[in-house]
């Protein structure tokens, strides 16, 4: 099984460092051209199944890859990037000094939350019978991704990267586990 992530396409939110949290905001022109190249990117790929996020901006990334591609899509609400409440919309680095990540508001998910609610899903797809996945998704729920697979704690989270449109590649091995065989991939950007 080989299992692709990929987070969404650029936003104005991106550009202007906002947190989106569920905030359902669209692709912007650079997002749609991310989404485009991307999809290029995974045309030489034999997708089974594309799992995205319902959110738009994710949705939209995962309709361009598969229109290179007659794969079923799977939209879900497990996928979506950490619900962030009050903080969404709000500039990056002055929300960060604000948000206490061991006591959130009862609309914010704490990192614990959102790594349960990506690994209970992981675990589900790869018992499928799929051979190539695609997972469309944010930076929060790629991150828990890539946790996922490396078998690395959220607490180290931090010192993988996942820009817009950026691919990892996950291959599991005879015995079970997975391996990383592409990170953090935006060469289909230049």
Request: charged share 30%; hydrophobic share 35%.
């Amino acid at each position: 099984m080989k299992i692709f992530t990929v987070r969404h396409g650029q936003t104005d939110w991106n550009l202007q460092r906002r947190l989106q949290g569920h905030t359902d905001i669209p692709l912007n022109e650079t997002g749609l051209e991310q989404a485009r190249r991307i999809g290029l990117r995974l045309s030489v790929e034999k997708i089974d199944a594309i799992y995205t996020s319902d959110l738009i901006r994710a949705s939209k990334t995962a309709e361009a890859i598969n229109r290179h591609h007659n794969a079923e899509i799977f939209t879900t609400t497990v996928l979506r990037e950490a619900s962030l409440g009050k903080y969404e919309g709000r500039i990056i680095e002055e929300a960060l000094h604000e948000i206490n990540w061991d006591h959130v508001d009862p609309d914010e998910e704490d990192v614990v939350a959102v790594f349960a609610r990506i690994h209970s899903f992981l675990d589900e797809v790869t018992a499928k019978p799929h051979k190539n996945v695609v997972i469309v998704g944010h930076y929060g729920s790629i991150m828990a991704s890539i946790c996922y697979f490396l078998k690395v704690p959220a607490d180290q989270r931090r010192k993988f990267q996942v820009g817009n449109t950026a691919i990892h590649c996950f291959e599991r091995d005879g015995d079970g586990t997975f391996r990383m065989t592409i990170e953090n991939e935006m060469k289909h950007l230049d």
